[in-house]
T-cell receptor, first 115, second 114 residues
Framework: DTGVSQNPRHKITKRGQNVTFRCDPI?????LYWYRQTLGQGPEFLTY????????KSRLLSDRFSAERPKGSFSTLEIQRTEQGDSAMYLC?????????????FGNGTRLTVT | GNSVTQMEGPVTLSEEAFLTINCTYT??????LFWYVQYPGEGLQLLLK?????DKGSNKGFEATYRKETTSFHLEKGSVQVSDSAVYFC?????????????FGTGTQLKVEL
């Protein structure tokens, strides 16, 4: 079990730039989730894929955010025209399809700083 | 909507002390309940879970019991160690479209000192 891998670990960007993060889930997991965590808060759900289908998006996910999982394996999260309020830790998690309560396995996250 | 409330930290204890971190929830239906732990510099890890009322989850000496009547899932450990220092998150799941979306509390930082 190689775990969930996220890249990069850290990203510093200037306001208005676009950024893209990558997540590689555990290989046999068909479900993939993106969360955002700000300092002193718990993770907040952003979006969820089952295989390549994006099944749910939070209202937190403005139209500047887009996520893809083109082949049902790795996923990317892109933020366009970044704002300082986008600064946060972006977490990816994956789970198997064995029932609605299969645990989520989280990556170490990508920390975004928008200056 | 669904929500999770945890006691605020940081909680500072001496090694071998008894630990309780309170967690209460609001949810429709019958959610599953989880405790996740985040060690410094690492990702969230599942610590334990309970899927129905009166279930007790346990792992690494930690325990939590799903109490439907009090909508609570308090985390306990009889004797903490310095290595237990971390941030602990209570969470509930509400299946959506066959998934397992989690709602987290704000986290409680635990510091254990010698």
């Amino acid at each position: 079990d190689t775990g969930v891998s996220q890249n990069p670990r850290h990203k510093i960007t200037k306001r208005g730039q676009n950024v893209t993060f990558r997540c590689d889930p555990i290989s046999e997991h068909n479900r993939l989730y993106w969360y955002r965590q700000t300092l002193g808060q718990g993770p907040e759900f952003l979006t969820y894929f089952q295989n390549e289908a994006q099944l749910e998006k939070s209202r937190l996910l403005s139209d500047r955010f887009s996520a893809e999982r083109p082949k049902g394996s790795f996923s990317t999260l892109e933020i366009q025209r970044t704002e300082q309020g986008d600064s946060a830790m972006y977490l990816c998690a994956s789970s198997s399809g064995q029932g609605g309560n299969s645990p989520l396995h989280f990556g170490n996250g990508t920390r975004l700083t928008v200056t | 909507g669904n929500s999770v409330t945890q006691m605020e930290g940081p909680v500072t204890l001496s090694e071998e002390a008894f630990l309780t971190i309170n967690c209460t929830y609001t949810a429709t239906g019958y959610p599953s309940l989880f405790w996740y732990v985040q060690y410094p510099g690492e990702g969230l890890q599942l610590l334990l879970k309970a899927t129905k009322a009166d279930d007790k989850g346990s792992n690494k000496g930690f325990e939590a019991t799903y109490r439907k009547e009090t909508t609570s899932f308090h985390l306990e450990k009889g004797s903490v160690q310095v290595s237990d220092s971390a941030v602990y998150f209570c969470a509930l799941s509400h299946p959506t479209g066959g998934g397992n979306k989690l709602t987290f509390g704000t986290g409680t930082q635990l510091k254990v000192e010698l």
